[in-house]
């Protein structure tokens, strides 16, 4: 990576639960993760990641495998200089659970109240 300006890396806030979720996941799946998260805040598309459309624009989810499973994060893109990261879990199947996308939804629509409110 090049040199960046300090100013223009975005801050993560990290909604509800997901940080202390992130940190319990194994750490080669946690460093992955880092990266991935740390090339969004210096404005570089991550390298596995796709959109949730059935969530909103802006919403992505990075992806992460290893023997265990499936491990996700979703996230709101950049807002001014900071990315919101909405959930983050362990899948036990192929398809992302309902519960799942609730709890990133309703993260979602917090969020958005909340910048609403500082505007």
């Excluded at 979720?21 to 460093?31: H, L, M, W």
């Excluded at 958005?112 to 505007?119: D, E, N, P």
């Amino acid at each position: 990576m090049g040199m960046y300006d300090p100013l223009m890396i975005a801050q993560i806030a990290w909604e509800g639960n997901s940080l202390e979720v992130i940190q319990s996941f194994p750490r080669g799946v946690r460093a992955d993760l880092g990266a991935e998260l740390r090339r969004i805040q210096v404005g570089l598309r991550p390298l596995n990641s796709r959109p949730m459309k059935s969530l909103g624009m802006g919403v992505f989810e990075i992806k992460k495998q290893d023997q265990d499973g499936w491990y996700r994060v979703i996230y709101l893109t950049r807002i001014a200089s900071t990315i919101h990261v909405l959930h983050s879990f362990r899948k036990q199947s192929r398809k992302t659970s309902r519960n799942d996308l609730e709890v990133a939804a309703n993260r979602l629509k917090v969020v958005r109240a909340r910048l609403r409110s500082v505007k």
